[in-house]
């Protein structure tokens, strides 16, 4: 039997009733076509799983009760932060929805001296708005029950010049980066990743990474789009120091 996992956004505790999201609600009611009484999963990033009925049913609107709850670990021992050059469209969208699926713990969207997209307070609200409803709907389907944290877009150089200095592995995706995947050693329990827009770093962008101690890693002979790199290059972080191989 299928079990629905919905993300809400407000504290969960046994016993309570609560009012699922309108799309959740419309999905379970008029999509799934689920009655009163059956199982959901419910989560909203403290760590746990809530077991909930659905309580009551409209046609827009939908109630869960919940009935327990449960700590669920499926966190990657590696805490990586992807640091994405903002790119266009759906390509972001397509590039968080793997991130958060493939475990990474924080993204921070940059403007480099490349990025086309312009985004003012405004745009840059609703966008990363529109950001975190993506990251959650990955979460549903991936399992996660503590959601990637996502920071406001800013500029490659301000963001360099907030890291504090700490032990974490440091990585810039680079066509002629000197560091090959097949010589990686990542003895850290952090790493970062940054990745550039659909132009690539400039050279006054490798000239401020290269400052902040991120080394250039390179993937193979061939030069990836931004929403493939980013993603190629998680996995294999993953996968050396992460939680592919548990």
Same mark, same amino acid.
């Given at each position: 039997?299928?079990?629905?996992?919905?993300?809400?956004? &407000?504290?969960? &505790?046994?016993?309570?009733?609560?009012?699922?999201?309108?799309?959740?609600?419309?999905?379970?009611?008029?999509?799934?076509?689920?009655?009163?009484?059956?199982?959901?999963?419910?989560?909203?990033?403290?760590?746990?799983?809530?077991?909930?009925?659905?309580?009551?049913?409209?046609?827009?609107? *939908?109630?869960?009760?919940?009935?327990?709850?449960?700590?669920?670990?499926?966190?990657?021992?590696? &805490?990586?932060?992807?640091?994405?050059?903002?790119?266009?469209?759906?390509?972001?969208?397509?590039?968080?929805?793997?991130?958060?699926?493939?475990?990474? !713990?924080?993204?921070?969207?940059?403007?480099?001296?490349?990025?086309?997209?312009?985004?003012?307070?405004?745009?840059?609200?609703?966008?990363?708005?529109?950001?975190? !409803?993506?990251? *959650?709907?990955? !979460?549903?389907?991936?399992?996660?029950?503590?959601?990637?944290?996502?920071?406001?877009?800013?500029?490659?150089?301000?963001?360099?010049?907030?890291?504090? *200095?700490?032990?974490?592995?440091?990585?810039?995706?680079?066509?002629?980066?000197?560091?090959?995947?097949?010589?990686?050693?990542?003895?850290?329990?952090?790493?970062?990743?940054?990745?550039g827009p659909e132009g690539g770093?400039?050279?006054?962008?490798?000239?401020?990474?290269?400052?902040?101690?991120?080394?250039?890693?390179?993937l193979g002979p061939r030069i990836?789009?931004?929403?493939?790199?980013?993603?190629?290059?998680?996995?294999?972080?993953?996968?050396?120091?992460?939680?592919?191989?548990?």
């Amino acid at each position: 039997m299928r079990i629905p996992r919905i993300y809400l956004d &407000h504290p969960l &505790h046994p016993g309570s009733e609560v009012l699922l999201p309108e799309q959740a609600g419309e999905h379970v009611a008029r999509v799934l076509r689920l009655e009163r009484g059956h199982p959901l999963i419910l989560f909203n990033g403290d760590g746990c799983e809530y077991d909930a009925t659905l309580a009551a049913l409209a046609k827009r609107a *939908a109630t869960a009760e919940v009935v327990g709850v449960r700590e669920v670990d499926r966190e990657s021992p590696l &805490h990586l932060t992807l640091a994405q050059g903002i790119a266009r469209g759906e390509k972001m969208d397509w590039i968080l929805q793997k991130a958060t699926e493939l475990g990474v !713990s924080r993204i921070v969207p940059v403007v480099t001296q490349r990025t086309e997209v312009k985004l003012d307070e405004d745009r840059a609200e609703r966008r990363v708005a529109h950001w975190r !409803s993506v990251i *959650a709907g990955a !979460s549903e389907q991936c399992g996660r029950t503590r959601l990637p944290d996502i920071e406001m877009p800013q500029r490659l150089d301000r963001w360099l010049g907030t890291l504090a *200095a700490d032990d974490a592995s440091r990585f810039a995706l680079l066509p002629e980066g000197r560091v090959s995947l097949n010589r990686l050693d990542i003895s850290t329990q952090s790493a970062m990743l940054c990745v550039g827009p659909e132009g690539g770093f400039s050279d006054n962008d490798v000239a401020v990474l290269t400052h902040a101690g991120f080394a250039g890693l390179r993937l193979g002979p061939r030069i990836l789009r931004t929403e493939t790199a980013g993603i190629a290059a998680i996995a294999a972080l993953q996968a050396i120091a992460g939680d592919l191989s548990a």
